[in-house]
C-alpha cells in the first residue's frame, strides 16, 4: 500500500423495509455521509466528524467505520495501518436512515480503496463483509449498491438483486427531531404473526416491486403492512399517526426503516410538497422534510491520486 494514500468515500442513505418489506426490500436516497480517509504510517488514529450525530459518535476504537476497516484487512489478511478520518455526516443519525448501515458501508469502501492493488473485492465479497458487521444486507445493499434492491441469504450467504425504480416516483423523507433505538423497535414484535398476516403481506411486498418499477399508481395499496409497523407503534406515537393520517389522504407512507422518519412514496413530484403541508398540520411534532431522489449509483470510494474506483 503506498504511503500516505488517501480515499475519498461518499455512502447515501438508505430507508428499509419500504412498508411490507420487511427485512429485505431497501432503497438508497440522494443525502450522503462523505469520509476521506488516509494512511498513516505509524499507528495513530486521528478522527474528525462534522455534521449528523457528530457530538455523539466515538473517537477511538470503537468508531463504526474504524471497526469496519479493521473488519476488512483482517479478513484480507493484512495489518492496519494507523488512520485519519474526516467525515462529513449528512445522513441523520438514529432516525431510520442507515446511519449505522452508512457507517459500516463507509468502512468497507475506505478499506477497499486502501487496499486497491494489493487486493481485490467482488461485490458479493463487499456485501459479505458488510453484513457480517451489520447483521444483515437490507440497508447495506442499497448503501453499496444504490437503487432498489432485494436482499435475502441463501447457502452461498448474503445476496441482493438491484432494481431501477420509476422515474415517477418522488420520495419525501419527514424527519423528526427525536431519535429510535432499531434494537428496541425490534423488540416489540411478535416471535410469530398469523398466516393471514403473513399472506397479507407477500402479495403486498410482490406488488410493491410492480409500483415501485412500473405503476406508481399502485403504491398506496402496495405499501400496507401487518408485520411490523403497528407493533412498533407505541414507541413512536407521533410517527405512527402521521403515517396513519397520510395514508387516509392518499399517501403511500410508511415508517422509514425502524423510525421514526417517514418516508412517502409519492408517485410524482407535486405531490410531495402537499404530503409536507399535511404533515405539518396534523402534528405538534416539527418535522424535517427532505425531498430526496432515488441515488441509483450506491457508495463510492475514489482515490485522491487516481480516480474512482
Not at 432503497?27 to 504510517?41: F, Q
Not at 474528525?48 to 473488519?71: Q, W, Y
Not at 468497507?108 to 467482488?122: C, E, I, Q, W
Not at 399472506?199 to 409500483?211: E, G, K, P
Request: hydrophobic letters at 40%; aromatic letters at 4%; proline letters at 6%.
Amino acid at each position: 500500500m503506498p504511503e500516505g494514500r488517501t480515499v475519498q468515500v461518499r455512502v447515501p442513505a438508505t430507508s428499509a423495509n419500504l412498508g411490507p418489506g420487511f427485512d429485505t426490500l431497501g432503497l438508497a436516497l440522494s443525502v450522503y455521509d462523505e469520509l476521506t480517509v488516509t494512511a498513516l504510517d505509524d499507528d495513530r488514529l486521528e478522527i474528525e466528524v462534522a455534521g449528523s450525530g457528530a457530538a455523539e459518535i466515538p473517537r477511538d476504537e470503537s468508531n463504526l467505520v474504524v471497526r469496519s476497516i479493521e473488519h476488512v484487512y483482517a479478513d484480507a489478511g493484512r495489518d492496519m495501518p494507523g488512520l485519519r478520518i474526516e467525515a462529513r455526516n449528512g445522513v441523520p443519525h438514529g432516525r431510520g436512515l442507515g446511519s449505522s448501515g452508512a457507517a459500516v458501508t463507509a468502512g468497507v469502501l475506505a478499506a477497499k480503496g486502501l487496499l486497491a492493488g494489493d487486493v481485490d473485492f467482488s461485490d458479493a465479497e463487499l456485501l459479505r463483509l458488510a453484513t457480517e458487521l451489520e447483521g444483515h444486507p437490507d440497508n447495506v445493499a442499497p448503501a453499496l449498491f444504490g437503487g432498489l434492491t432485494i436482499a435475502w441469504t441463501g447457502e452461498s450467504g448474503p445476496q441482493h438483486k438491484k432494481l431501477l425504480v420509476h422515474r415517477g416516483v418522488a420520495p419525501l423523507v419527514l424527519v423528526p427531531e427525536r431519535t429510535m433505538s432499531t434494537t428496541l423497535a425490534r423488540s416489540l414484535q411478535p416471535p410469530q404473526v398469523s398466516r393471514e398476516d403473513a399472506v397479507f403481506n407477500v402479495s403486498r411486498t410482490a406488488l410493491l416491486i410492480a409500483a415501485l418499477m412500473q405503476s406508481p399508481e399502485l403504491l398506496l395499496d402496495a405499501t400496507a403492512d401487518r408485520l411490523h409497523q403497528d407493533y412498533r407503534a407505541e414507541a413512536m406515537p407521533e410517527t405512527s399517526a402521521l403515517v396513519q393520517a397520510l395514508r387516509a389522504a392518499g399517501f403511500a407512507a410508511v415508517v422509514s426503516g425502524a423510525g421514526p422518519s417517514v418516508l412517502v412514496l409519492c408517485d410524482g413530484p407535486g405531490g410531495r410538497q402537499a404530503a409536507k403541508e399535511l404533515a405539518d398540520s396534523v402534528t405538534d411534532t416539527p418535522w424535517e422534510g427532505l425531498m430526496l431522489a432515488v441515488d441509483v449509483r450506491g457508495g463510492t470510494v475514489r482515490d485522491r491520486a487516481e480516480g474512482s474506483t
